[in-house]
């Protein structure tokens, strides 16, 4: 079976540090590209931050970059989002989700499988 988790979500101050994890099991990511997503209340899902598989080439949103860095560690077989620098702006449930290509996209459809997502809230 597919299984995407995360992990590492929770409540930080504005300015504080997380960063989540996302363990795939039943399939490996080396030839997947991996997109990490959120999704506030009332709010659509957007895209955060993605990593190819081919180059490792990082691609982030402009409410983020600068502050969130995407990684993988293929021998763990887990992805990972560093969130620096947080903002309340930045509270949702984050997800990660995998394609079975090594190119990132934005666009949720995109993506083959995805996780149960975890809450990040951000807030004094």
């Known amino acids: 079976q597919v299984q995407l988790v995360e992990s590492g979500g929770g409540l930080v101050q504005p300015g504080g540090s997380l960063r989540l994890s996302c363990a795939a099991s039943?399939?490996?990511?080396?030839?997947?590209?991996i997109g990490w997503f959120r999704q506030a209340p009332g709010k659509e899902r957007e895209g955060v931050s993605c990593?190819?598989?081919?180059?490792?080439?990082?691609y982030y949103a402009d409410s983020v970059k600068g502050r969130f860095t995407i990684s993988r560690d293929n021998a763990k077989n887990t992805v990972y989002l560093q969130m620096n620098s947080l903002k309340p702006e930045d509270t949702a449930v984050y997800f990660c989700?995998?394609?079975?290509?090594?190119?990132?996209?934005?666009?949720?459809?995109?993506?083959?499988?995805w996780g149960q997502g975890t809450q990040v809230t951000v807030s004094s």
């Open positions: 989700a995998v394609r079975s290509g090594y190119g990132c996209y934005d666009d949720p459809s995109m993506y083959d499988y």
């Open positions: 039943g399939f490996t990511l080396d030839y997947y590209a």
């Open positions: 990593i190819s598989s081919s180059d490792d080439s990082t």
